[in-house]
């Protein structure tokens, strides 16, 4: 299982379309001339590296001299791995601007459009068709935006920096196997800068493994055909693990006096369990007396929706490993089955630059509630955390960062500790 995120998407939350659209270029230095061809002269030293272990992997002369060989470094890729979000992403700006009415009614005519291949897929592979096509629409806007980066120069500028060398030098090699295989010309191989490809955004190594024939023409071309890449998602997505019968989730409502400190996507429990505790689906509906293994996530707190995450949600996350994204492809895939928004309206909550949520998390960890390394990023561990301390406050402990929660961690005193 834990070989599996690397596959496809090495950034939590990084689909092609967010990389582009919310991580605005920051302002580089202009290289001087000798510290331009000191760059040059170390990144065809590394080139040479990588045309050895692409030799020694059975890459072909031929692909290793004429492509390989010919690999630019682009510098704006660097840029683009560089860049921070200025702010901390909250569930309600994520889940709107991507669970749309756009792609919702998008989303239902390219099911009805496929409808009987889908229904194919789902025969073998036992993946809904409204899931196959929620990932289309949230990872390409089903095909309106696949990107146009070189794959082989971007994969080999990214090998060459030192930050992530060792998977993108193994991507590279696959990128070049992929070549290989499926006779492509390296002009056609487009896809994000960080080297995803096609409808459905696979790295190399996915494409390689899990890609397959949809239309039966012979190709699995992942960038030109829907077919093959619907039936790519629906293979890898039974690789990854899904459980055809089950949804991912739902969407869950919680009684007052409800004990948050049982929420967060470790604590495992049985359906019955969350029954008992007063969970309801949406409607006041009973939930069912099974040992179904349920976790609740209350992604913007307990003013809220809250969701109860079946073994499908950890499927999704393997294919990109963030939360948010796994609640937005469950719930785009309902409504473009015909289920219905969301049961209320998501809450305004308070926006944190990076800086700020960094403080916080050192804060909360000088006061002894480890949250690990404060990277800015509200994750289960962050969220963790911030429940501790919440409990220990006697506040609600949703692990939400609410604008009381901070006040109170940033007002406490390091000597003052809990424990
Ligand atoms: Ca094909």
Redesign the pocket.
């Known amino acids: 299982m834990s070989g599996f995120p690397s596959l496809r998407c090495f950034l939590p939350r990084c689909t092609i379309g967010l990389c582009f659209l919310a991580y605005p270029l920051l302002a580089q230095e202009p290289l001087l001339e000798n510290e331009q061809q000191t760059q040059a002269q170390s990144f065809a030293q590394c080139v040479v590296g990588l045309q050895q272990k692409a030799l020694s992997a059975g890459i072909s002369t031929n692909t290793v001299e004429t492509i390989l060989g010919q690999a630019r470094y682009l510098a704006k890729i660097l840029e683009y791995d560089r860049n921070q979000p200025e702010f901390v992403q909250t569930f309600p700006g994520y889940f709107s601007a991507r669970v749309n009415d756009w792609r919702i009614t998008k989303g239902r005519e390219m099911l009805a459009k496929h409808k009987d291949f889908l229904a194919k897929l789902t025969q073998e592979y036992g993946v809904p068709g409204h899931y196959l096509v929620a990932f289309w629409g949230l990872e390409t806007n089903f095909g309106n935006y696949i990107g146009k980066m070189p794959i082989i120069d971007s994969l080999t500028t990214l090998a060459c920096d030192e930050r992530r060398s060792k998977f993108f030098s193994a991507e590279l090699m696959q990128a070049l196997r992929l070549l290989e295989r499926e006779n492509l010309a390296v002009s056609d191989m487009v896809g994000s800068w960080a080297g995803a490809m096609g409808h459905a955004q696979f790295m190399p190594t996915a494409y390689l493994t899990y890609a397959r ?5 012979g ?3 992942l960038w030109n ?1 829907e077919l ?1 890449a619907l039936a790519s998602a629906a293979n890898f997505l039974k690789a990854l693990g899904w459980q055809a019968g089950f949804r991912w989730g739902r969407e869950v409502l919680i009684p007052n006096n409800f004990d948050y400190q049982l929420a967060g996507k470790s604590n495992v429990q049985a359906l019955s369990f969350w029954r008992e505790k007063g969970i309801t689906e949406v409607g006041n509906i009973a939930l069912n007396n099974s040992d179904l293994p349920a976790a609740l996530v209350v992604p913007a707190g307990h003013t809220g929706p809250a969701f109860l995450i079946y073994h499908n949600f950890e499927v999704i996350l393997r294919w990109n490993n963030s939360e948010y994204y796994g609640i937005a492809v469950g719930q785009l895939a309902d409504q473009i089955a015909g289920r219905g928004p969301l049961s209320k309206p998501l809450p305004d909550l308070p926006q944190y630059t990076l800086l700020e949520m960094q403080e916080f998390q050192q804060k909360l960890n000088d006061l002894g509630f480890d949250v690990g390394k404060p990277d800015g990023i509200l994750g289960p561990a962050t969220r963790q955390g911030v429940r501790a301390f919440q409990a220990s406050k006697r506040l609600i402990a949703d692990g939400y960062p609410s604008k009381e929660t901070v006040e109170s961690v940033m007002s406490e005193t390091s000597t003052d500790t809990a424990l």
């Open positions: 024939d949809g239309d039966g023409d190709k699995m071309d055909s093959d």
